[in-house]
């Protein structure tokens, strides 16, 4: 752990954000911005982020708005997939951050996609690992999953059972996107928020705004960025196969594509010092 990380907390035009900062507050080396998933928040990133650190890169890691964050946005707040994308370009410029370094997981990987649709000026480089992309948003297995987050009443109905580290860890749960044990500690935190009604609000927002055509309308100006793009991709996911990760290499003009023995959706969890060397490659 960086015993120099900290956590801090931004008002943005959306609400409240909560960000770990791990690294020297002053490095020579571009900022690296980090987009979670779905049901997960910055913890993910922390491995990732501390091996960074060792490095002398300081990275910024944000608990978004998808149902794992503590504080309920506002209540008007758009939080569509573009609009949560927006809240990290926001987040980016609050911080005044330049030449940012974007690196997104699963759902983050289609929020990137989103940002640098709406506004890449502020984006220097970037690297994915296993994601949505194209009409994978979500991937097929996870469409009914999507489907009962619109609904605030269904996710409440199930929150008594995520309780259960059994069934978190379950093959209907998070289980199949790590290859190795996970914490119960940490895939509790990422579940308790559902009790919040407010929370479960702000989910429903996220899913009803995910539609694959809009994704894969993305996809057909990937090819104008004219940034370098570092796809790293775990070729034994359960959601996302590798062929999605070379067809999404392929998207943009400037890309590299690398695969990760065994490696499932959770890299950044499973393969820190992986996802850590593709950041640090693509510098």
Known sequence: ??????????????????????????????????????????ELWTPVADLLAQQGVRSYAPTLPMGAHQTPMDADADLTPRGVARL?????????????????NDTGGAITQFVLDTDPDRIGRVV???????????P????????????????????????????RHG??????LSTGPLDPALTGAWVKPLADGKIRRDLAKLARGIDPKDLLDVSTRLGKLDRPVRVLWGDDDRYFDVELGRRLADAFTDATFETVAGGRTFLPLDHPDRVATAILAAF
């Open 140 to 167: 097929p297995p996870l469409t009914l999953l999507v489907r009962a987050l619109r609904h605030p009443a269904v996710v409440a109905a199930m929150v008594p059972g995520l309780r259960s580290t059994r069934l």
């Open 1 to 42: 752990m960086d015993a120099s990380a900290l956590s801090e907390v931004i008002e943005l035009p959306q609400g409240q954000i909560r960000y770990r900062a791990a690294g020297p507050p002053t490095s020579e080396r571009p900022p690296v911005v980090f987009v979670h998933g779905v049901l997960v928040d910055r």
């Open 128 to 138: 994915l690992t296993n994601c949505d992309a194209f009409g994978a948003f979500p």
């Open 88 to 104: 990290v370009l926001d987040l980016i410029a609050a911080l005044d951050l330049r030449d940012v370094t974007l690196v997104g």
């Open 171 to 176: 093959p209907l749960g998070f289980g199949p």
